[in-house]
C-alpha cells in the first residue's frame, strides 16, 4: 500500500469492475499517464467457477462473488424484497452476468441526445460496440442449430477488441424450437440485433472465448498480462474508498485531488491524482457523491455528511429492466436443465467440461426476442396502443417533474413506435421460483425444487416508467446502499408486463414449442398460470412473480442539472472541474436489452472523451 501512496497519479479510477477496467487499460495506453484503478472486490482471476460460463448460478448469492445486495420492501409488488447481486470481484459484474450481448436501437441514444448531450447519437456509438469486440464464429453444429448465418452478420463485430465473443456448443433443441415460435407468431425478421431494429427472437453472443471456453470478462479482456506488466498502471483491491477528496476553487467550482481510502488492513491513508474517475457502478457510484458531499441536503444532513454541492439528482432516477415468469413443463420425450438436481448428471458435466471443455457447461444458452406492445392476441393494433398510451394521466411529479415528464414523454413516443421494442422475453432451460411475499433468494429461485422437467419463458419491460433511487446508508463504505427500486410503481408498467405476460399463451401455442411442452395436462409455475387470457390473472403473475435482470442504471444521469442530472456531456459531476462518472448510472434512460455491451461501450466511448481533454489541456 505504502508504494502506491507514495505517488500522485494522472487519474484515479474508482472500481475496478465492467467500467473502471476499460478506463484504466485505455487511459494506461499512453505511457505518460500513471494510473491507479482502485477496487472493493477480491482479484479471483482464474477462478474455475468464474471462468466456467455454465457455472453462473454458483456466483449469485454467493458471498464470495456477490455483495449479496437487497431491494428495500416494494410497495407495489405486494412488499417484497428482491435481490440486487453485484459482482463483488475484480471484473465487478461482469464476471457473474449471464454472458449475453444484446444492443440498444438508434432511438434509444437519440433519446439520450434530446436531453442536451453532444456526441452520444447512435451514429457516435456504434464504432465502440465493434471496436470492444472479438468475435469468433460458431461450429458447424452450433451454426445449423441456431441458424446464425441467416440470422446474424459477422462482418457488424469486431474481431480484434479485448471482449471475445462467440456461440459456445451449450444450446438445446428448446433454442431452436424459440426461433421459430416467434417466426410463425409473426416476427420473422432476420437483422442482426447489433443494428437495434431486429423485432422477434434471436440468439445473443455469448461473451466466452472460442479458443479456451471460458468467461471473458472485464478482469481477463481489460486486464489481461499484457497490461498488467505496463509499469504506468496500479492496482488495489479489498479496498474500500471512503471519500473523494473536494477543495475549492477561485471560480467557484469544487476540484478533486484524489480520495480517501481504507485498506485490507483497516489503515485509512490518502492518495492524490490530477483526476478521479468514478466507475462504481450505478448502486455506489451516487453512494460515493454522497459520502463526499455531493448530493441531496436532506439526504447528506441525515448522516451528518457536510454538504459541498447540493444536488437532489444524485441516486435518484434508477431504472432496470424487470421482468416475469411461467415455467412450463416439458414433454416426457425432452429433457431441461433441470436434470441437473441429479448430482450424478452435476458430477459428469463438471468432468465432461474438466476434460474437453466442452457440454453445457461451456456457455449459457440463453434466447432472446424483443417485440412491439403486445397481448393474448399477439401485436396490439395502433389504435389500442394509443389506447393504452392514453390512459397515462399520471403527472410527473417529485424534484425534478420537467425531466421525468421529458423522459415519460420518450418513452411514450417508443411505445407508439411499431418499429421499437417496448418487451423483452427470454427462454431459460429450467424452473423458477418466487415467493409470492417476502424475500427470494438467488439460490431459491434457479433452484429444482420441483421433480418435474420445465423450462421458463420470462417478459420484460425494455423502457419501464418506474423510476427508483440508490442512496448511502450512512459514511461506513461496506455500508450496503439504499436501493429502492419502486417496481410498478407507474401503473402503465403493470399494464403493459401483464399484456405482455399474456402473450407467453400466444408464444407456447406455436407448433414448434407446443410440441416439446405438456400443454395444459402439464404443471405450471405458477400452477394458476394455464390461463392467461383474463388480464387479472397476467397481473397476479406479473406481482407475484416480478424479478430483476440485474440492470440498475441511470442514477448520476447525464442531464442538466435541473433536469435532474448529474454529469454533463464530458461526464463531468456539475459543479466540479475534474470529477467524473463513467458507469451506467450516466445513462439518461435506460437502453434496450441486456446492459453488458453498452456498459462496456459507454466506458470505450469515455476513455476516449477523457484523453481529448487531457490533450486538449497540454
Known amino acids: 500500500m505504502e508504494s502506491v501512496t507514495s505517488q500522485k497519479y494522472h487519474a484515479i479510477i474508482v472500481g475496478g469492475g465492467t467500467s473502471g477496467l476499460v478506463a484504466g487499460a485505455r487511459l494506461s495506453e499512453d505511457q505518460t499517464k500513471n494510473i491507479l484503478v482502485i477496487d472493493a472486490g477480491v482479484d479471483r482471476r482464474g477462478d474455475p467457477t468464474i471462468d466456467t460460463p455454465g457455472l453462473i448460478s454458483q456466483l449469485w448469492g454467493n458471498p464470495d462473488y456477490d455483495w449479496n445486495y437487497w431491494s428495500q420492501p416494494q410497495e407495489h409488488v405486494d412488499g417484497r424484497e428482491i435481490p440486487q447481486p453485484r459482482g463483488r470481484v475484480l471484473g465487478g459484474s461482469s464476471a457473474i452476468n449471464v454472458t449475453a450481448m444484446a444492443y440498444p436501437s438508434p432511438k434509444n441514444f437519440d433519446s439520450w441526445a434530446k436531453f442536451g448531450n453532444k456526441g452520444w447519437t447512435y451514429d457516435d456509438m456504434a464504432p465502440y460496440y465493434k471496436k470492444l469486440e472479438a468475435y469468433t464464429p460458431p461450429s458447424q453444429e452450433t451454426n445449423v442449430l441456431l441458424e446464425v448465418d441467416s440470422r446474424f452478420d459477422s462482418k457488424l463485430h469486431g474481431t480484434d477488441g479485448p471482449l471475445s465473443t462467440t456461440f459456445p456448443d451449450a444450446y438445446n433443441p428448446f433454442n431452436k424450437a424459440w426461433l421459430h415460435a416467434f417466426d410463425t407468431a409473426g416476427f420473422t425478421g432476420t437483422s442482426d440485433p447489433i443494428l437495434g431494429m431486429h423485432q422477434g427472437a434471436f440468439t445473443p453472443p455469448n461473451s466466452v472465448d472460442a479458443k479456451t471456453h471460458q468467461r471473458s470478462y472485464a478482469a481477463s479482456a481489460y486486464y489481461n498480462s499484457d497490461i498488467e506488466k505496463r509499469d504506468n498502471i496500479y492496482l488495489v483491491t479489498e479496498t474500500f474508498v471512503n471519500r473523494v477528496l473536494l477543495e475549492p476553487s477561485d471560480n467557484g467550482i469544487l476540484k478533486a485531488t484524489g480520495v480517501e481510502m481504507t485498506g485490507p488492513s483497516g489503515n485509512i491513508v490518502c492518495v492524490y491524482a490530477d483526476e478521479v474517475i468514478l466507475a462504481a457502478g450505478a448502486f455506489q457510484s451516487p453512494v460515493l457523491l454522497e459520502n463526499s458531499g455531493i448530493g441531496s441536503r436532506e439526504i447528506l444532513n441525515h448522516h451528518g455528511i457536510k454538504v459541498l454541492i447540493d444536488n437532489p439528482g444524485v441516486g435518484e432516477n434508477l431504472q432496470d429492466h424487470f421482468f416475469t415468469t411461467v415455467s412450463f413443463e416439458v ?12 448430482p450424478a448428471v452435476v458430477e459428469a458435466l463438471l468432468k465432461q467440461y474438466a476434460d474437453s471443455r466442452s457440454g453445457p457447461l461451456s456457455g449459457v444458452p440463453f434466447s432472446l426476442a424483443f417485440t412491439p406492445p403486445v397481448d393474448f392476441h399477439g401485436v396490439m393494433s395502433q389504435e389500442d396502443v394509443h389506447t393504452l398510451v392514453g390512459k397515462d394521466i399520471t403527472k410527473a411529479s417529485g424534484v425534478f417533474p420537467q425531466g421525468l415528464e421529458a423522459q415519460h414523454e420518450e418513452i411514450r413516443n417508443l411505445l407508439l413506435d411499431p418499429a421499437e421494442s417496448c418487451c423483452f422475453y427470454g427462454l431459460m432451460s429450467s424452473q423458477m421460483h418466487v415467493k409470492p411475499t417476502g424475500r427470494t433468494s438467488m439460490t431459491q429461485a434457479y433452484s429444482q425444487q420441483r421433480q418435474e422437467n420445465f423450462i421458463t419463458i420470462m417478459v420484460g419491460l425494455n423502457h419501464p416508467f418506474s423510476r427508483g433511487s440508490s442512496h448511502t446508508g450512512g459514511r461506513d463504505p461496506k455500508l450496503h446502499p439504499v436501493i429502492d427500486p419502486k417496481y410498478l410503481s407507474h401503473p402503465l408498467d403493470l399494464e403493459i408486463l401483464a399484456r405482455g405476460t399474456q ?21 405450471f409455475l405458477p400452477d394458476y398460470a394455464s390461463n392467461l387470457e383474463k388480464l387479472e390473472v397476467a397481473e397476479r403473475v406479473v406481482k407475484e412473480r416480478l424479478w ?6 441511470c442514477t448520476c444521469a447525464m442531464m442538466p442539472k435541473e433536469m435532474g442530472g448529474v454529469v454533463n456531456d464530458r461526464l463531468v459531476v456539475h ?3 475534474n470529477l467524473r462518472i463513467i458507469d451506467a448510472s450516466i445513462y439518461p434512460m435506460i437502453p434496450m436489452g441486456n446492459i453488458q ?6 466506458a470505450e466511448k469515455a476513455s476516449d472523451i477523457i484523453k481529448e481533454d487531457w490533450a486538449a489541456k497540454e
Open 331 to 342: 414433454a416426457d420425450d425432452q429433457i431441461s436443465a433441470d436434470i441437473a438436481r441429479d
Open 503 to 523: 402473450f407467453i399463451e400466444h408464444l407456447v401455442s406455436q407448433p414448434s414449442l407446443q410440441k416439446m411442452l405438456k400443454g395444459k395436462i402439464g404443471a
Open 548 to 553: 430483476t435482470t440485474y440492470h440498475p442504471s
Open 575 to 577: 459543479g466540479t472541474s
Open 597 to 602: 455491451a453498452t456498459v462496456y461501450a459507454v
